[in-house]
């Protein structure tokens, strides 16, 4: 159970730091740093609670059950992260007669919503943003497994 705390740690800032080093990486100046720290703080608000909330439970139901390896984990871990806004932002929950709504998708302005109706675009975009949710989660989750693995090596438990 020590090896826990780190390992939660680990997938809590995992994603954070991603974002840090990445915004600092492609600006490489005090302001891209700064606006490094704010793009952390709000992944790190975002995450936390996908870890606290889904991950956690995940982790110790997987355990409890037998079946916790790298693979399962990334399993979970990209549940966790896609099934929160893929169910919320659901196409079909929005359905008024009338709307219409566009969206930029791969650099062209495309209809996602038609008359009250999802378009084929619309599908797509949400299927798009659902899956790269779902990888984000999974680097959490592998963030988790690993330091979770190492932690326990560590303290021989």
């Not at 956690?56 to 990334?74: C, D, E, H, I, W």
């Not at 079909?92 to 378009?119: C, Q």
Request: charged share 10%.
């Amino acid at each position: 159970m020590r090896a826990l705390l780190p390992a939660t740690l680990a997938a809590m800032l995992a994603l954070p730091l991603m974002g840090l080093m990445l915004s600092w990486a492609g600006n490489g100046s005090m302001e891209g740093f700064q606006a490094g720290l704010f793009i952390a703080l709000m992944v790190f608000v975002v995450v936390a609670p996908h870890v606290l909330l889904l991950g956690l439970p995940a982790f110790l139901l997987l355990r409890r059950a037998g079946r916790l390896n790298g693979g399962s984990m990334a399993a979970a871990g990209f549940l966790a992260g896609a099934l929160p806004l893929g169910l919320y932002g659901w196409p079909y929950w929005r359905r008024h007669p009338g709307y219409t709504a566009t969206r930029s998708w791969l650099g062209d302005e495309v209809t996602v919503v038609a008359d009250g109706v999802p378009t084929l675009h619309g599908w797509l975009v949400h299927l798009q943003t659902v899956a790269v949710l779902g990888l984000l989660g999974t680097i959490s989750a592998l963030a988790f497994w690993w330091v979770w693995l190492y932690s326990r090596r560590r303290m021989h438990v």
